[in-house]
C-alpha cells in the first residue's frame, strides 16, 4: 500500500502543476483574449464594425490612449500614479492654439511673432516635459505622495488651460500662409500611404519605449524601483533621478495627445484631455501592468489600449448609453486588478 500510495502521489502533483500552469498561462494571456472575444462579439452584433473607415477611427482612438498609456506605464511600474495627464492634453492644446492664432507678443515692440509649425510642436512637447518635471521635483525633492502631487499639478494644467483663454475655444488652427504657421492639421488628419500619421507615431513611441524598458539600464532600474525601491537605493540607482524622468516621460506622451487632438479637430478646447488619465490607467492595467509597481510591459499596455478602444468604438456602434459605457469600464478594470492578484497569488506558490 506504501508503494501505491507513493507512486500516486507524484503523479497527482504532476497533475495539479499542469493545472496550475495552464491556469498561469491564461492569466498572463488575459488581454490578448479580451481583446479577441471584444472584437469577435462586435463584429458579429455591429456589421460594419470591420469595415475599413471604421477601423482607421479605431486606430486613431487607439493610438491616443496609447500614447497616454505608455508613459503611465513606466510611472506605475516605479510604483507612482499620473493624473495630470489629462489636464496637460488640454493645456497643451490650448498653448498650441495660442501660438497659431494670436502667436507670441514681443515685449516693447508692436509686433508679434508666429512660430511655423515645428515651433508650435516643439513648444507644446515643451510644455509636457515641465508638467511632467514639476511632478517628478515634487515627489523626488519635497516628498509629496504621487496621488496628491499629481492630483495638484491636475487642476493646475486644467486652470491654466481655461486662463490662456477665458474659458473660450481657439477655433480654425489652419494657420495662414502668409504668417508662415500652416500645416498643424497634418499632424491629427494626414495620412502615409494610407496609414494615419498618429498611429505612425504611435508605433514608433511604442517600439523606442519597448526597447528603453526591455533594452537599457534605465529600463532595468525603473523596473528595481519599483520591486524594491531601498534595495536599489542601497545598489547604486539614482533612484529620483529616475522617478522624475519617468514622469517626464508621461508629461511628453501626453503632449503628443494635446498636439494630435487638437490637429484633428483644428481647434483647442480647455476641457480636452477630461478623464483621460482614466483610460490611460485601464489600458496600462489591463495589459498587465501592476499597480504595486515592479511588472509591466509596454506590449501589454499596447494590447489594453486596443481593448480600451475596440470597447469605447464597439458601445458607441451598438448605441449603448455614454453612462453604461462609464458603468461597463468601470467593470472591466475592476476584473483587470482581480486577475491580477490572483496572477500575483499565484506566482507565489
Known sequence: MATTANATLPGGTESEDKNSGA???????????ALIIVTAYFCIMAPNFISLGNLVIISKHVALTAFLAIGMTYVIVTGGIDLSVGSTVGLVGMISGLLITRGIPIPFMDATAYPNVFEVIGFGLLTGIFVGLINGLLITKF?????????????IARGAALLISNG???????????????????????????????????AIVALAAAYVAGRTPLGRQIYAIGGNERASLLSGVYVNRVKVIVYVISGFCAAIVGLIISSQLVASHPATGTSFEMNAIAAAVLGGTSLAGGRGTIGGTIIGAF???????????????????????????????????????????
Not at 489652419?174 to 494626414?190: E, H, Q, R, Y
Not at 462609464?326 to 499565484?346: E, F, S, T
Open 168 to 202: 473660450e475655444t481657439f477655433p480654425n488652427l489652419v494657420g495662414k500662409a502668409d504668417l508662415g504657421n500652416t500645416g498643424f492639421p497634418i499632424l491629427g488628419s494626414g495620412t502615409v500611404l494610407g496609414v494615419p500619421v498618429a498611429v505612425i507615431l504611435m
Open 307 to 349: 481593448v480600451i478602444g475596440v470597447l469605447s468604438d464597439g458601445l458607441v456602434m451598438m448605441g449603448v448609453s455614454e453612462f453604461w459605457q462609464m458603468v461597463i469600464k468601470g467593470l472591466v478594470i475592476i476584473a483587470a486588478v482581480v486577475l491580477d492578484q490572483m496572477q500575483r497569488k499565484m506566482a507565489k506558490r
Open 143 to 155: 516628498s509629496v505622495a504621487p496621488f496628491i502631487a499629481t492630483l495638484g499639478t491636475m487642476y
Open 23 to 33: 491556469v498561469m498561462l491564461l492569466l498572463k494571456l488575459r488581454t490578448l483574449i
